[in-house]
């Protein structure tokens, strides 16, 4: 069962048992004073107000799905690095509604699971087994080196101004034999036959992500630009592994599988596309408001249109921290 955001923090910490804490107090303030652009809530200016995504319900929704589309995209998987099954700590970068913390704590009760974000949008009622802690992962880790066996992170695109040392600090903090892995999407958007034309709603929807990223210096071409495998090799991640997937942004795949992806990543996307972009749009190029929902509306015909076909990329990178 999932209930409301928790708001008790200790040292910034959210915990399902707060009788276990040594010192426990009310979320401060400043975590809960949301800024608010066109009617939508982002995080608090506590942190780098750069984060282009909503941190309210309806993108919550969206991030759950993309949960589940991603889960049916490794066939029921979490993951995919070759963690043991005796695994002690984990870490979950960016957890986002915790969604996948709460799923690895169901599968593995044993194992202590933390997960991080820069707003408690996490529910209350958890396994017991995890914590959530408000913490902005651009900045330097807090916690002690080989702290956790798996270090989790994904969907990080456009949040990350210097991924060489996201991985450091992963690579630090992550046990000796443990390891990192990282999913990431890249927001340009294709087709193989040519359905997905220039200039088009679908190919600028891409490009103008591909913009806002240069513009605030957090990129969303991390799969082009290669920074999980380059990072991860630069900060001494051995075995390194790969795999990419091309990723259907509606029902039009042969493959049934990919087709049940494509169906849910267009809900993901239909169920907040303003949310995902009114920041970026807005605020960081200057589009005017009608221009912005008069191309909402075009993107949301050609994700309808079945004779349009476009994909975009997912890439998971993972690693082991040398014994």
Same mark, same amino acid.
């Given at each position: 069962m999932r209930g409301k955001p928790s708001l008790r923090l200790t040292s910034e910490l959210?915990?399902?048992?707060?009788?276990?804490?040594?010192?426990?107090?009310?979320?401060?303030?400043?975590i809960l004073e949301y800024r608010i652009i066109r009617g939508r809530t982002y995080h608090s200016e506590r942190h780098d107000s750069?984060?282009?995504?909503?941190?309210?319900?309806r993108q919550n929704a969206s991030a759950d799905i993309t949960h589940h589309y991603l889960t049916l995209l490794l066939d029921g998987k979490l993951f995919l690095a070759p963690i043991k099954q005796d695994i002690k700590r984990v870490l979950d970068i960016g957890t986002g509604t915790g969604i996948w913390a709460i799923d690895f704590a169901d599968e593995y009760p044993h194992t202590e699971v933390t997960g991080t974000d820069l707003?408690?949008?996490? =529910?209350? *009622?958890i396994p017991?087994?995890?914590?959530?802690?408000?913490?902005? !992962?651009?900045?330097? %880790?807090?916690?002690?080196?080989?702290?956790?066996?798996?270090?989790?992170?994904?969907?990080?695109?456009?949040?990350? =101004?210097? *991924?060489n040392q996201l991985f450091r600090e992963a690579f630090?903090?992550? !046990?000796?034999?443990? %390891?990192?892995?990282s999913g990431e999407a890249e927001c340009l958007v294709t087709s193989d036959d040519g359905t997905v034309k220039p200039g088009s709603a679908m190919d600028t929807w891409g490009r103008l992500f591909a913009e806002s990223g240069e513009k605030i210096g957090r990129s969303f071409k991390v799969i082009t630009e290669e920074v999980q495998r380059k990072g991860m090799e630069a900060a001494g991640f051995v075995d390194l592994q790969t795999v990419r997937y091309k990723i259907p942004m509606s029902g039009w795949a042969a493959d049934p599988k990919l087709a049940e992806v494509?169906?849910?990543?267009?809900?993901?996307?239909?169920?907040?596309?303003?949310?995902?972009?009114?920041f970026l749009w807005n605020n960081v190029l200057g589009w005017p408001a009608d221009e912005h929902q008069i191309f909402l509306m075009s993107s949301r015909q050609e994700l309808r249109d079945r004779n349009i076909?476009?994909?975009f990329t997912v890439q998971y990178v993972y690693g082991r921290k040398p014994e």
């Open positions: 959210i915990s399902p048992d707060n009788d276990s804490i040594h010192s426990t107090e009310s979320v401060s303030s400043s750069s984060y282009y995504a909503p941190n309210d319900e707003s408690p949008t996490q =529910p209350s *009622w017991p087994n995890v914590r959530f802690e408000i913490d902005d !992962a651009t900045q330097s %880790w807090t916690w002690d080196e080989g702290s956790f066996d798996f270090v989790h992170m994904r969907y990080l695109f456009g949040s990350i =101004p210097d *991924w630090r903090i992550c !046990a000796p034999g443990g %390891w990192v892995e494509g169906r849910y990543v267009r809900l993901t996307v239909e169920n907040d596309m303003e949310g995902y972009s009114t076909h476009p994909y």
